[in-house]
């Protein structure tokens, strides 16, 4: 039976940037389908015991940083350790991720997710400025007018409100997360994990 993954992420994240093409090579190496929900983790994390960067202990702040550069070395993947416009807003960008998940294409939706965090931690770029976003939204193949409309429509910014709520339910805590027939995987370096579970 063909597998699917719900896949909860920010895109603030660093760790969901990392995973990102691990990710993507593993559903399509297993034939598994992906839904992406970009859901807000400023309600996540009062939820679930969790803290913004920004409140958290110097000493995991240090310890992020550490593993931030163990995981660039290891993957050998290009990531600004302290990108200039981060943390950003990412709602508008959220928001036109799920606009095109609803309204367009599953797929494209994971794509333009991809191309903004590459947006926030390789390419440096404020993806919370009208101009910045749309010319993202551009470069993956979409057209930012329509996508950009339709993210500003009630309907889609119920649909986050929904999405977060749903994650919160199921147990989400942290981004990314992984959700394969109810099972969690929480973060990047739980995808030999994730592999097993499709392989299953």
Known sequence: MPKHIDYYVSLMSPWTYLGSA?????AARHGASMTIW???FGQV???SGGLPLARR???RQAYRMMELKR????????INLEPKFFPGNELPAARSVIAVREKIDGAKAIALAHAVLRGVWEEDKDVGAPDVLAAIIAGAGLDPRQVMALAESPEI??????DTGRAIDLGVFGAPSYVIDGEIFWGQDRLEFVDRKLAA
């Open 157 to 162: 910014a119920g649909r986050r409100e929904a």
């Open 71 to 78: 995981w660039r070395a290891h993957l050998g993947v290009p």
């Open 57 to 59: 202990a110097p000493q």
């Open 22 to 26: 691990r990710i993507e090579a593993l």
């Open 45 to 47: 994390f009062p939820a």
């Open 38 to 40: 970009p859901v807000d």
